[in-house]
């Protein structure tokens, strides 16, 4: 066995003819990989190299990864209506009724909310819907061999499915996800899933497609394992006066008190570290948040500002759709996620000076309970 491995491995020394064939198998750097892989976890380099002959480069992947051509222009208000629309919520309603002890559970050992883990799966994936349907190993080699600015990231991700598909004794060609190699309904990166991957359903492996407990689950352990504070705040409006550049570009971390960021205010903000957000649409006012510690903890799930707020906002929406009365009919509760996501414009003018989102989670919740008291719990005492 020993020779046979040094012969092969002399043989990917030497090379093979150029042009010999279109997959990745008789590339150089690729080669080199193989040498590595072998080296540092005694990967079979016989079996690798039929992985990569059997592969090549998906340019569908790299269209899809490429930014925008004016990556300029950003809209808060238009990626908003991408995830706060009524198909996700009613797919939010009915995951959370049908998962709703998994949900339960995760949020009594963890310390996150039942919301925030519904937001995290409607926006990733519509809760399983859209999983992916590229093959993970051909588009992390795709991005690790031909896509240099994040090449050494995703040849660390080729390296982590290989070494989850031996943990799991699969195929590596067998797993299914984004462009991007993301796998599953929490689209968790092969080296989240090694990491941060539960068998929250106890059946002795994990599953973050098939098994909806386990991706609730996994997703409330990255959470708390980024640092999320149970209970704690995690973003409220903020109105601002004069110049806050300084605030803005010192980042999304929390650093300062409420009380010490000039000309920014924000009624019955807690007194904790927060960070000045700025959510921009042109042509419109810009929304402004503080952002507290497990705002924070939301971007390191997809280090966005957007997407941040559009789990938090996606978590208030069903939230305050769970608080419906009893027997509202599901047309109701359909109806009831229009409101929230279309922006009802009564009163426009007397407030004006409100954030337009809390005006939107404001008409959701009188549409559902009534106007609600500032003591009445969940997301209706926030807006």
């Not at 750097?29 to 992985?51: C, N, T, W, Y």
């Not at 926006?123 to 896509?147: K, Q």
């Not at 000045?276 to 810009?286: R, S």
């Amino acid at each position: 066995m020993m020779t046979r491995t040094l012969f092969f491995l002399l043989a990917l020394a030497l090379g093979a003819p150029a042009g010999a064939t279109s997959s990745f198998a008789g590339r150089d750097d690729v080669r080199s990989f193989i040498v590595e892989m072998q080296a540092k976890h005694g990967l079979d380099p016989a079996e690798l190299s039929a992985l990569f002959a059997k592969s090549q480069r998906n340019d569908r992947v790299i269209k899809a990864i490429l930014p925008p051509k004016d990556p300029a222009i950003r809209s808060w208000q238009t990626y908003r209506s991408r995830f706060i629309e009524p198909r996700r919520i009613a797919a939010g309603l009915r995951f959370g009724q049908q998962h709703a002890a998994a949900l339960a559970k995760a949020e009594a050992q963890y310390g996150v909310p039942a919301a925030i883990i519904l937001g995290i799966i409607g926006v990733e994936t519509i809760y399983g819907r859209h999983t992916g349907r590229f093959g993970a190993f051909e588009a992390l080699a795709t991005l690790a061999f031909d896509y240099p600015p994040r090449a050494a990231l995703f040849r660390g991700e080729l390296e982590a499915l290989l070494l989850l598909a031996r943990d799991e004794k699969r195929d590596p060609l067998s797993y299914q996800g984004s462009f991007a190699g993301a796998l599953g309904l929490p689209q968790f990166l092969p080296s989240s899933l090694r990491r941060w991957g539960t068998d929250f359903d106890e059946d002795g492996r994990i599953d973050l497609t098939a098994s909806p407990a386990d991706a609730i689950g996994s997703v409330a352990v990255f959470l708390k394992e980024h640092g999320w504070e149970k209970d704690g705040p995690i973003a409220v409006p903020a109105a601002v006066e004069g110049e806050v550049t300084a605030l803005i570009d010192a980042g999304i971390r929390p650093q300062r008190l409420p009380a010490e960021m000039p000309g920014v205010r924000a009624d019955g903000s807690p007194a904790q570290p927060a960070a000045l957000i700025d959510l921009v649409t042109p042509d419109a006012p810009t929304e402004y948040w503080l952002g507290y510690n497990n705002f924070f903890v939301l971007t390191r799930y997809n280090r966005s500002s957007f997407y941040a707020m559009a789990v938090f906002e996606l978590a208030e929406t069903l939230e305050a759709a769970r608080l419906l009365p009893p027997g509202r009919t599901e047309a109701s509760r359909l109806a009831h996620g229009r409101v929230a996501a279309s922006g009802q414009k009564a009163g426009a003018k007397k407030n004006a000076k409100t954030p337009r989102r809390v005006r939107h989670l404001r008409a959701t919740c009188a549409a559902a309970t009534g106007p609600a008291p500032r003591s009445a719990p969940g997301v209706c005492a926030r807006a």
